[in-house]
């Protein structure tokens, strides 16, 4: 069955770390997306990719980079990483066009101490 | 404050009880998700509205988009401990429809249902 898996699931670093959270679908969906989630806040748009090579800036971007080298993964990076980016972060994915479900993965739970 | 909002905040009810939350926009919503989520996981689509005065359902939940299109309902007849978690709805609100995927949610209803 078609799946999208995040790693790690749980993580604990320092201030000032660089952090890559992994995203891996197998739906070969154009779309993809980073979310991150507060309490009080749903969730927020950090970074989004409609294909290969495409990376878009979303809501809530800065300190944050993606890279889309392949159709299967979207990684999220924290260039240096913050106590403010301390949250649990889902990735999603969708078929190309407005009508289409997004799927989520399960989550990674980034602590930044 | 919030593009969506979302009442109530949090909801407690007793197990065989109706209840309903809702998802309010001032702009028209192209596109409304329903996503059920459960502590520490990630979110469970439940239904998706596009039309003007839609209404799906899925056993015991029940989703409307009004006719204006500027807020949705989802109401859960006969509650049982099951239903419990978070309910979120997000929509493509950009004029148009023109997000192509990119959500906006609201902050997320914690339902607690008592056996």
């Known amino acids: 069955d078609a799946e999208i898996t995040q790693s790690p699931r749980h993580k604990i670093t320092e201030t000032g770390r660089q952090v890559t959270l992994a995203c891996h679908q197998t739906?070969?969906?154009?779309?993809m997306f980073w979310y991150r989630q507060d309490l009080g806040h749903g969730l927020r748009l950090i970074h989004y990719?409609?294909?290969?090579?495409?990376?878009n800036k979303g809501e809530v971007s800065d300190g944050y980079s993606v890279s889309r080298s392949n159709t299967e993964d979207l990684p999220l990076t924290l260039e240096s990483a913050a106590s403010s980016q301390t949250s649990v972060y889902f990735c999603?994915?969708?078929?190309?066009?407005?009508?289409?479900?997004?799927?989520f993965g399960p989550g990674t739970r980034l602590t930044v101490t | 404050s919030q593009e969506l909002e979302q009442s109530p905040q949090s909801l407690i009810v007793q197990e065989g009880k109706n209840l309903t939350i809702n998802c309010t926009s001032s702009k028209t919503l192209y596109g409304l998700y329903w996503y059920k989520q459960k502590y520490g996981e990630g979110l469970i689509f439940l239904m998706m509205l596009q039309k003007g005065g839609e209404e799906k359902s899925h056993e015991k939940i029940t989703a409307k988009l009004d006719e204006k299109k500027q807020q949705s309902s989802l109401h859960i007849t006969a509650s049982q401990p099951s239903h419990a978690g978070i309910y979120l709805c997000g929509a493509d609100i950009n004029a148009g429809g023109t997000s192509y995927g990119k959500l906006t949610f609201g902050q997320g209803t914690i339902l607690t249902v008592h056996p």
């Open positions: 999603a994915s969708s078929a190309w066009g407005t009508n289409d479900e997004q799927y």
């Open positions: 990719s409609y294909g290969v090579h495409d990376t």
């Open positions: 739906w070969n969906h154009n779309n």
